[in-house]
């Protein structure tokens, strides 16, 4: 494979680029999280967060949430002006504790979900999802 | 009342006594998220769906706060139980105050 | 980082970006009844440029075309709702609706198919929307609808929803030619300070990124089309506009006989492709 001067710069651009662009997770992000766990530690298993790798449009990305025996799942989206995005709570005619959904994102970001388990502990899941921009906006 | 809004709910006529069935649910509503601005440069207000819950005889399946971030004509689904026949009933609860809503009934065979 | 190292992680970050641009093989059938055509031998008219015409819902991610497989997943189906309303709904000075003369709009099956089409009567080739609005002026004594606009793209998509599965059949020939002939010249047209005809993108670039998104074939057996971008139904004439304008042109106007003429070559560029509309797209 041969790369003229020019390809080489723009390629090495793009991964700059693509290393600098996912958003930070926000302060407000942590906030959120904060206030629905009180600051417990959140366990990396029996919480599934399904979200597309690449969403070709953040006006509607569709994800899912899956932790069986959770109360209430929250879902944030880390890079949004405000990262909340629902609280799924469940009751006692919900057959699974899962929910799907449509939802914006402003850019390429972590969507991250929290689960509150029946015995007062969490779990965590996170998906990176890249937002393409348009081809040509028309 | 905001304009346009129409409840949909997608739920079968029929299960057995305990059985897990899916539901969908739509509403058409803009979600205007606050975040834009119109020509003149002016923030348009927010008016979203902000609570959308669900119960069966009364007994509830689902409670759901919804944020800004959900798109536009939002969509929601989701797995119930069905123990006996009955009926469904969701609400969707608008900023504005206005409050809609919509039942299914579901037979036992 | 040294420049070749940079460009080493570039390519393994795009790799994945360009395997993604080709059309898939995927199978659509919608509500898990109606077996759709969204690849077929192109048209005869076509045979010279292409060998196959591709439906856009190939160009797009699964979950995107997911949306379109179910009526009520597809947020494009709450508008046609809307129109099937509007069916029924007495309008104008006559007393009359849609169905007073056409019955059920199950009964126009096939219709949306054909069009645009030449109209012996008016001595031109219509779009939908203008025998719509024809019909509402002279047999209901009704205001038109601005074109592309809401209650106009509510019921053309309502008259599309109803002829899904059926095959495009958009006639070239006889007293239409003329004007097929000029949607031809317009499509292979170089416009705009980009100097870009409808044919650079979409016959001789399709499956390609432009930017980050795939070019399609630019087919509109999809139209009107929901785009997840704006989270509303679109027109055919409003999407050319957009192209056109893409290509830092003046546009034609929706309604315009140019584009009128357009729609219908492009339509028949689609011909055996099943009609989709409402499709979704991004």
């Known amino acids: ?138 | 009342m905001a304009s346009g809004v129409k409840p949909r709910v997608k739920v079968p006529k029929t299960a057995a006594a305990g059985e897990a069935i899916t539901i969908k649910t739509l509403i058409s509503h803009k979600m205007e998220s606050g975040q834009r601005k119109d020509k003149e440069g002016n923030k348009i207000p927010r008016s979203i769906i902000n609570r959308f819950t669900v119960e069966f005889n009364g007994e509830s399946v689902i409670d759901a706060t919804l944020e800004p971030a959900i798109s536009t004509n939002p969509y929601i689904q989701f797995e119930a139980i069905v123990p006996e026949a009955g009926e469904f009933k969701f609400t969707w609860y608008d900023d504005d105050g206005d409050v809609y809503d919509q039942s299914k009934k579901i037979a036992i065979g | 980082m040294n420049i070749k190292a940079m460009t080493a992680v570039a390519v393994v970050l795009l790799a994945p970006t360009f395997a993604y641009a080709d059309a898939d093989d995927d199978t659509m059938v919608l509500n898990e009844d109606i077996s759709m055509v969204t690849k077929t031998a192109a048209p005869a008219h076509l045979s010279d440029a292409l060998d196959e015409v591709m439906s856009g819902w190939h160009f797009r991610s699964d979950e995107t075309q997911a949306m379109q497989l179910d009526d009520f997943d597809n947020p494009g189906m709450i508008f046609v709702e809307k129109g099937m309303e509007t069916w029924a709904k007495v309008d104008g000075s006559e007393g009359k609706s849609c169905q007073s003369c056409h019955d059920d709009i199950d009964s126009m099956a096939g219709v949306k198919a054909t069009y645009p089409k030449w109209n012996e009567a008016a001595g031109e080739v219509r779009t939908l929307q203008m025998q719509m609005n024809d019909c509402r002026e002279n047999q209901m004594g009704a205001k038109a609808w601005g074109y592309d606009k809401g209650a106009a793209i509510n019921m053309e998509a309502a008259l599309s929803s109803v002829s899904r599965g059926m095959p495009v059949n958009v006639a070239t020939d006889g007293p239409a030619q003329s004007t097929w002939e000029m949607g031809k010249e317009l499509y292979y047209a170089r416009t705009g300070q980009l100097e870009l005809s409808c044919a650079n993108c979409h016959e001789d670039s399709y499956g390609l990124m432009i930017r980050a998104d795939h070019l399609s074939q630019g087919q509109i057996n999809g139209f009107p089309t929901y785009r997840l971008k704006n989270a509303k139904l679109n027109g055919v004439h409003s999407r050319f506009k957009g192209c056109v304008r893409d290509t830092r042109a003046e546009t034609y106007k929706p309604g315009s006989k140019e584009f009128v003429a357009l729609e219908m070559y492009v339509a028949s560029r689609g011909n055996g492709l099943s009609v989709e509309g409402p499709s979704v797209r991004n």
């Open chain 1, 1 to 138: 494979m041969e790369f003229s001067r020019r390809d080489t710069l723009a390629l090495g651009l793009g991964a700059v680029a693509l290393t600098v662009l996912p958003f930070q997770v926000s302060a407000a992000a942590d906030d959120a999280i904060a206030s629905f766990t009180g600051g417990a530690d959140m366990a990396d298993t029996g919480l599934t967060l399904t979200a597309p790798e690449i969403a070709e449009n953040g006006n509607t990305v569709p994800v899912s949430v899956d932790a069986p025996g959770a109360v209430s799942i929250m879902v944030l989206a880390t890079g949004n002006p405000t990262p909340d995005v629902a609280t799924f709570n469940f009751g006692p005619l919900a057959a699974e504790q899962s929910a799907s959904t449509r939802i914006r994102l402003a850019g390429t970001q972590d969507v991250v979900a929290i689960a509150k388990m029946a015995d007062g502990t969490f779990a965590r899941a996170s998906q990176a999802v890249k937002v393409t921009i348009g081809g040509c906006g028309g």
